[in-house]
């Protein structure tokens, strides 16, 4: 069982940074591997990067690629999403989601936070 807990979101403006932080509990999660995942009002859940589990593997959507970045600790139990260059249509809740064998689809996990707000004005 893997809980998780988001953090960092906010609002800020047109080519700004933000970190988002997830916090996992469980034992489990060091051998998880680890996604970050968008919706935005009226539309449905995409996907935004993933990381294996050992840190070595990273993919993106490619919306995102060359801005945002994903990076984990598996020490400290945190997977953490680096975006720069923020723009309004990154305006969404941020989940970060993990399981056994992750990827770019939702239905491929199983565990999921509750969420935090980014908002990008212009």
């Known amino acids: 069982q893997v809980q998780l807990v988001e953090s960092g979101g906010g609002l800020v403006q047109a080519g700004d940074s933000l970190r988002l932080s997830c916090a996992a509990s469980?034992?489990?999660?060091?051998?998880?591997?680890a996604g970050w995942f968008r919706q935005a009002p009226g539309k449905e859940r995409e996907f935004v990067a993933t990381i294996n589990w050992s840190g070595t593997r990273t993919d993106y959507a490619d919306s995102v690629k060359g801005r945002f970045t994903i990076s984990r600790n598996n020490a400290k139990n945190t997977v953490s999403l680096q975006m720069n260059s923020l723009k309004p249509e990154d305006t969404a809740v941020y989940y970060c989601a993990s399981d056994l064998r992750g990827g770019t689809s939702v239905s491929k996990y199983d565990y999921w936070g509750q969420g935090t707000q980014v908002t990008v004005s212009t």
């Open positions: 469980g034992r489990a999660f060091s051998m998880y591997a």
